[in-house]
């Protein structure tokens, strides 16, 4: 079956842009996870989400960072006033429940450069 | 809070030869660790994973980690290495009485020669 597929796979920007990410997960999965791979990094945790809500979004850097999943299946990560910073490898994974023993299953990420 | 330090940022073995990619961890709860991989131009995917009872796990490609409890450790393994094999392999760890967040290591690079 389909994987977590995300769009787009590479996003150009110029500074202080708006920018979304989307995200869809593997069909059936409740759980869905945005994570930040920087150059020479592991993937850090940004927000994770159970059904339509945010169970935990310890991991936004700041308030220009925002995440919905309003129906339960797509999300989608929005970023305002882009910075340089923010350059970087978006992950998503989903799970099929959530549960702390389940397999994340990841997507091939986006690429966001901010000029 | 959890924390994973992966020392080797780059290993480089010979095709058939012995490898081992260090893991260490910190964390003030118990834990559930993870080896994910990334290959070439592809996702990241879970190679194996310890979450209780024996504390040697296998991975169906012939990998192999150790949960060591009083070094911290999780140290994975593999007697005889592919071509294959080259990939960026990252440690993990989530914390078992919380919710479902990873945290990563800094990656290794296990890069095979012929």
């Known amino acids: 079956g389909a994987g977590v597929s995300q769009t787009p796979s590479n996003k150009v920007t110029e500074k202080g842009k708006y920018v979304e990410l989307r995200c869809d997960p593997i069909?059936?999965?409740?759980?869905l996870y945005w994570y930040r791979q920087s150059l020479g990094q592991g993937p850090e945790f940004l927000i994770y989400f159970q059904g339509t809500g945010a169970a935990d979004d310890s991991g936004l850097p700041n308030d220009r960072f925002f995440a919905v999943r309003p129906e339960g299946s797509v999300s989608t990560l929005k970023i305002q006033r882009t910075e340089r910073g923010d350059s970087a490898v978006y992950l998503c994974?989903?799970?099929?429940?959530?549960?702390?023993?389940?397999?994340?299953?990841f997507g091939p990420g986006t690429r966001l450069t901010v000029l | 809070a959890q924390s994973v330090t992966q020392l080797d940022s780059q290993v480089p073995v010979f095709e058939e030869a012995p490898v081992e990619l260090r893991c260490n961890y910190s964390?003030?709860?118990?834990?559930?660790l993870f080896w994910y991989v990334q290959y070439p131009n592809q996702g990241l995917q879970l190679l194996l994973k310890?979450?209780?009872?024996?504390?040697l796990v296998k991975s169906i490609n012939g990998f192999e980690a150790e949960f060591n409890k009083s070094q911290t450790s999780f140290h994975l393994r593999k007697p005889s290495v592919h071509i294959s094999d080259t990939a960026e392999y990252f440690c993990a760890v989530s914390a078992r009485g919380s919710a479902s967040k990873i945290i990563f290591g800094s990656g290794t690079r296990l890069s095979i020669r012929p």
């Open positions: 964390s003030s709860v118990s834990v559930y």
């Open positions: 994974a989903s799970s099929p429940a959530g549960g702390k023993t389940d397999t994340q299953y």
């Open positions: 310890y979450l209780s009872g024996s504390t």
């Open positions: 069909s059936g999965h409740t759980a």
